[in-house]
């Protein structure tokens, strides 16, 4: 069973342009992370976000955790080339962040 | 500080045969987790270790298997391989406070095919 829903599953985009990434959920996380995956590399952590309402900024990108804390989006402004990668949504429950539950992924491209 | 390590990259192995795969953390790190990547069902939890026990365990039957060792080093074994074992699959360690915030380092990964 899938607990986190990403939306959309694939995104082909020009460089420059603007795009933002959902994951929403059923259930309520203690946190919620965001990481990046190249082909033929684990997944790399981005952000994590803990309290409800909360955003973080990280350059271009611009993470927010739902009020009640099950959902959160991925904002990425002017996007470049280098931001190609599967970005994955992960939720941890209190006292287990080695125990994520992970969305099921947005597959990013950006064309020059 | 060297990151998460993965032997070996990849491998292939038949229906029926038994697999071992080992996964080294980070220095001083005494968690380790392991999930299995497919297409089909994305990255899923399978088990994790802290300090030589298991300390919690996801959705899969018993034939996934793991272990940890005083250096913290981990290996996970499947056994009777079924052509639906292919996958990619990641360690990820992290220093062991158990907090909802504790950042996962993960590997690069063993895939492994099954024919």
């Known amino acids: 069973t899938q607990l986190l829903e990403q939306s959309p599953q694939f995104l082909s985009i020009q460089e420059g342009e603007n795009l933002t990434v959902y994951c929403n959920s059923s259930?309520?996380?203690?946190?919620l992370q965001w990481y990046r995956q190249e082909p033929g590399e684990g997944p790399v952590l981005l952000v994590t976000?803990?309290?409800?309402?909360e955003v973080k900024k990280l350059k271009r990108l611009t993470f927010q955790f739902g009020d009640a804390r099950k959902d959160s989006s991925l904002h990425i402004t002017a996007a470049q080339p280098g931001d190609t990668g599967l970005y994955l949504c992960a939720g941890a429950h209190t006292g287990t962040a080695s125990k994520l539950t992970f969305g099921t992924g947005t597959r990013l491209q950006v064309t020059l | 500080k060297a990151g998460v390590t993965q032997t070996p990259r990849y491998l292939i192995k038949t229906r029926g045969q038994q697999v071992t795969l080992s996964c080294s953390p980070i220095s001083g790190h005494r968690s380790v987790s392991w999930y299995q990547q497919t297409p089909g069902q994305g990255l899923q939890f399978l088990f994790e270790?802290?300090?030589?026990?298991?300390?919690n365990k996801g959705n899969f039957p018993g034939r996934f298997s793991g272990r940890q060792f005083s250096n913290s080093r981990s290996e996970m074994n499947v056994s009777t391989l079924e052509l639906g074992d292919s996958a990619l699959y990641l360690c990820?360690?992290?220093?062991?406070?158990?907090?909802?915030?504790?950042?996962?380092?993960f590997g690069p990964g063993t895939r492994l095919l099954v024919l």
């Open positions: 259930s309520v996380f203690s946190s």
């Open positions: 990820a360690s992290s220093l062991g406070e158990g907090t909802h915030q504790e950042t996962q380092y």
């Open positions: 270790y802290f300090s030589e026990t298991q300390r």
């Open positions: 976000v803990v309290t409800g309402g």
